[in-house]
């Protein structure tokens, strides 16, 4: 599932101080933590997801090369 409220925080769909963005941030961080598997496709969206209170750890390692037909 990709699911992002700061995307639309960024964009200016949301205010991050709104009801709906602080809702929308608590749903996401209850799903990073209940995801059985999370990918990050590179290092600025697997810092952001640390960011968010997940275990790096819980990030596998895997490079995401635009054009490959196997992993890097």
């Known amino acids: 599932m990709d699911f992002n409220p700061d995307e639309a ?6 205010r991050a101080d ?8 608590r ?4 799903s990073l933590r209940r995801a059985n598997w ?3 496709l590179d290092r600025f969206m697997r810092d952001r997801i640390v960011a ?8 596998p390692c895997c490079h995401v090369v635009a054009g490959s037909r196997r992993p890097v």
């Open 52 to 59: 968010k209170g997940i275990a790096r750890k819980r990030l």
């Open 38 to 40: 999370i990918i990050a």
């Open 27 to 30: 749903l996401s961080r209850f």
């Open 9 to 14: 925080i960024a964009a200016g769909w949301l």
């Open 18 to 25: 709104s009801i709906a963005a602080k809702f929308l941030e």
